[in-house]
Each structure stands twice: as C-alpha cells, then as structure tokens.
C-alpha cells in the first residue's frame, strides 16, 4: 500500500459527459502528479500540482483540469467524453520539489467510456 | 519525442534464469533513474533507482547498472520467480525549472515461467 488513495476505483460514463476522479496523497507528500495509461500509449504525465498551485503540464488535454485543495487532495476533471478517453487514471504524490524525486502511485481509476 | 527508449518490449524466461531490460535516455539534464514495478490492476510501485553519480545499484535480486557516458541503464533480476511476471517501467527525472517530472518508459511485459 503506498498511501495514496484514489476513487473511485472503476467509472463507466457515456460521451460526451463529465467526470471527477478524486486523490488524496501520502501523509506529509505535498506533490500531486496525474497520469493517463492506456494500452498504446504506456504512462502518459498530465499535470503537476505542489501545494496547490499547478507546477507542470505534460500532455493534458484542453477538456481535462485539476486542481489541488488546501487539505492537498487533488481531482482531475475530464469533460466531453470521448471513447479514446477510455484509461486508467493514476495518481501520484511525493514530498515535494527539492527532495527526494520518489513518486508514490496511488491504484487508479479505471475510467470507460462507452 | 520519447526521451525514454525501453526494449524489449515483452520479456519470456524460465524460473531462475536472468531478466534484463533495457533503457536509454537523451536528456543529460536527468538526475534520478528509478524502476517501477506493476501487476495487473494495480499501480506501479518503485522497485529500485539510482542517481548518476553511481554505476550500480544493487537491492536483493534487483540491480540496475547506469552507464553514464553511454546514456544508458538497465535492470537486471537474478534467479527470476513466476512473482516478478509483472510490467516494468524505467524512468527518467529531472528538474524543469521549479518542478520535477517523470518520464517513463515504453514498459516491459515479463513473464518467468515455472
């Protein structure tokens, strides 16, 4: 168990629609980073948080935000739906910028869209 | 631009024998190299990393080599089991700006067979 916790664990949505993935990072961790994994596409960085500001974007979709609240939890909203949004969605936390680069994954959110 | 190469794609040994995954990077700007390990369902969780300023890093079975000039690193898994039958991701960090990021792999399907 790394400590990072996501939900929820599986969505089935139609497109079009809109959905909330939700992560709440290890202990002390102030870091939150978002990824895609779908079967062609390996482990795909969408976006950085650090203590509530957004820190980095990497292949993040224009329908698709986040952001980090004051208690450090993140959520990363997905609109517009489309079949090819159809991935896992993992969360990862760490401490912080300056130490140690470990990135603790959270057990992802299957996301389907049909 | 892929800035991790990773190979091979899947990976088939026998119990006991010696797994070995490939990565290469481009980046000098990289700093951290960690090992990430995931089965089915779940989230990758590190196995192993090493900084640059190392050639070799060994945990129990797991050893990665880092070739420095070479740009090049690779895990190595001795006396193999049916349990390390998992994805393997190599990474890559560095510092962008204020922030840090990973860069992953392709991954690597292993299979150890009885």
């Known amino acids: 168990d790394s400590g990072v916790t996501q939900t929820p664990k599986h969505l089935i949505t139609a497109t079009g629609q809109r959905v909330t993935l939700r992560c709440s990072p290890r202990?002390?961790?102030?870091?939150v980073y978002w990824y895609q994994q779908s079967l062609d596409q390996g482990l795909q960085f969408l976006i950085q948080?650090?203590?509530?500001?957004?820190?980095a974007k990497g292949n993040i979709l224009e329908r698709f935000s986040a952001q980090q609240f004051p208690d450090l939890h993140s959520e990363l909203n997905l609109s517009s739906l489309e079949l090819g949004d159809s991935a896992l969605y993992f969360c990862?936390?760490?401490?912080?910028?300056?130490?140690?680069?470990?990135?603790?994954f959270g057990p992802g959110t299957r996301l389907t869209v049909l | 631009q892929q800035q991790v190469k990773q190979s091979p794609q899947s990976l088939i040994v026998q119990k006991g024998g010696i797994s070995i995954i490939n990565c290469a990077y481009e980046?000098?700007?990289?700093?951290?190299f960690p090992w990430y390990q995931q089965f089915p369902g779940k989230g990758p969780a590190l196995l192993i990393a090493?900084?640059?300023?190392?050639s070799e890093k060994k945990e129990g079975r797991f050893t990665i080599s880092f070739n420095k000039s070479a740009k090049q690193f690779s895990l190595h898994i001795m006396d193999s089991q049916p349990g390390d039958s998992a994805t393997y991701f190599c990474?890559?960090?560095?510092?962008?700006?204020?922030?840090?990021?990973?860069?992953f792999g392709s991954g690597t399907q292993l299979t150890v067979l009885p």
């Open positions: 990862a936390s760490s401490e912080g910028l300056a130490g140690v680069p470990t990135q603790y």
């Open positions: 202990s002390g961790d102030l870091s």
């Open positions: 948080y650090y203590n509530g500001e957004e820190r």
């Open positions: 980046n000098t700007a990289f700093d951290y």
């Open positions: 090493i900084r640059p300023d190392v």
């Open positions: 990474a890559a960090s560095d510092r962008s700006g204020s922030a840090r990021q990973l860069t």
